[in-house]
Structures are given as C-alpha cells and as structure tokens.
C-alpha cells in the first residue's frame, strides 16, 4: 500500500508511518503552521 502525495513525492504508508510515529509528524506540522 502506498501514497501518492500531490506534489510527486511517493512514500510508502507502512513504512513512512512505521519509521516515523504519527504523534509526531503532526506535532511537527503544528509548530511549523503555528
């Protein structure tokens, strides 16, 4: 399974999600918007 994201960037969700914990992709996210 994997997804592929509008800019053209393929990354597989198992593995991306695998190497990196949601809790902090989210996190990180925030405090860039914020």
Do not use: S
Request: no cysteine.
């Amino acid at each position: 399974m994997a997804k592929t994201l509008p800019p053209g960037i393929y990354i597989p969700t198992p593995t991306f999600f695998q190497d990196e914990p949601a809790d902090e992709q989210p996190v990180d996210v925030d405090a860039i918007t914020r």
